[in-house]
């Protein structure tokens, strides 16, 4: 599938898209670990559109959006300032989401946005890039893993008042 999906620099006007696949893959991703409830609360804020325009307007941040045939937004990656423990913001720079519906797992287009990411994060001189991820993700972190992402710390996530355990992961850039 790789071939078929086109990634592309997100831009202002993309904020809805951004926030769809935010919260339609958080949904599968974690319906059925976390309450049903909380997942819409906290889609509802997290993954609110006014919340991406922020970020696209922001020129500290950067982002990028796969879209299927048609046009169909399906996955992205967003790049901010980090705020993650262990964190220097003066050196560090945080992949605050990649996501990417399930299937369009394995075909490609993840490593693409990540590159992206990591592309980014080079050009704008970070020592490192981190992210955060559910400690209960094995795929997710095999993947970063592979990429040569290591634990750098951990941080607790609260998603509808229950604390859930998060791995920090780091990619080491400059030298």
Known sequence: MATEVAVRRARPGD???LALVGQATFLETFAGILD????IEHCRKAHAADQYARWLADPACAAWLAQAPGGAPVGYALVTAPDL???D???DLELKRIYL???YHGGGTGKRLLAGAIGHAREA???RLLLGVYAGNHAAIGFYRKQGFVDVATRQFNVGGKAYDDRVMGLPLAG
Do not use: L, T
């Open 15 to 17: 904020e809805a898209a």
């Open 89 to 91: 913001p003066d050196r």
């Open 125 to 127: 001189g970070a020592a």
């Open 85 to 87: 423990p262990s964190a």
């Open 101 to 103: 519906f399930a299937r």
């Open 36 to 39: 049903g409830a909380a997942i």
